[in-house]
């Protein structure tokens, strides 16, 4: 199985910028493509971006295309998602996820592995 733990979150002001952290831990790390899913109060949870397991591939939604990224380094467990441009759209409690297939996937229903979340705020 694999466990999750994401850091990172905080309250900042629109336009400032956070960068996000999950690690994982148990099987193999670099076999999971990953992801990070958001959900603000009341809504639906919705897909934000996600990276293959070697970190050549990559997907964002159209919402955070060219303000966010991903990235990951297998040798240290660990993803990120650097966030730059923080709108107020933004706050929500953001989630990564793995995956067990062999290429990613925008589908939440893919991803089998979920982190507790942590609480993204962003003031106007």
């Known amino acids: 199985q694999v466990q999750l733990v994401e850091s990172g979150g905080g309250l900042v002001q629109a336009g400032a910028s956070l960068r996000l952290s999950c690690t994982a831990s148990g099987r193999t790390f670099s076999n999971n493509p990953m992801g990070w899913f958001r959900q603000a109060p009341g809504k639906e949870r919705e897909f934000v971006t996600a990276?293959?397991?070697?970190?050549?591939?990559?997907y964002y939604a159209d919402s955070v295309k060219g303000r966010f990224t991903i990235s990951r380094d297998n040798a240290k467990n660990t993803v990120y998602l650097q966030m730059n441009g923080l709108k107020p759209e933004d706050t929500a409690v953001y989630y990564c996820?793995?995956?067990?297939?062999?290429?990613?996937?925008?589908?939440?229903?893919?991803?089998?592995?979920w982190g507790q979340g942590t609480q993204v705020i962003v003031s106007s």
């Open positions: 990276i293959s397991r070697s970190g050549d591939g990559t």
């Open positions: 996820a793995a995956s067990q297939k062999p290429y990613v996937t925008r589908s939440g229903n893919e991803y089998v592995y």
